[in-house]
Nanobody
Framework: QVQLVDSGGGLVQAGGSLRLSCAAS????????MGWFRQAPGKEREFVAA????????HYADSVKGRFTMSRDKAKNTVTLQMNNLKPEDTAVYYC??????????????????WGQGTQVTVSS
């Protein structure tokens, strides 16, 4: 079974940076899309970024484009989310996710089958 463990969250001041990591295990990930989502209190889980394991180019939500960078390390079976110039509105629990690559870089959380436990990111003003 696919297992995802995300980590790297914390408390940071506005304008600061954090790097989230998602360790994947339990299978081969070449047929998968990997994604990052976030959920703030009182809000639904929203798309942040996604990448095909077989590709190198990630797709981003407009709200994070230019500030966040998603990448994957095939050798380590990990995906990362480098978050720069963080804003208070970025505060949320961040989740890594995986789904079949046939869906492409879907923005729909229901397209993803596997989820990490989530890691809290808090950005103070």
């Amino acid at each position: 079974q696919v297992q995802l463990v995300d980590s790297g969250g914390g408390l940071v001041q506005a304008g600061g940076s954090l790097r989230l990591s998602c360790a994947a295990s339990g299978g081969t990930f070449s047929p998968y899309t990997m994604g990052w989502f976030r959920q703030a209190p009182g809000k639904e889980r929203e798309f942040v970024a996604a990448i095909l394991w077989s590709d190198i180019a990630a797709h981003y939500a407009d709200s994070v484009k230019g500030r966040f960078t998603m990448s994957r390390d095939k050798a380590k079976n990990t995906v990362t989310l480098q978050m720069n110039n963080l804003k208070p509105e970025d505060t949320a629990v961040y989740y890594c996710a995986a789904g079949r690559a046939s869906m492409g870089t879907s923005r729909n959380r229901y397209s993803y089958n596997y989820w990490g436990q989530g890691t809290q990111v808090t950005v103070s003003s």
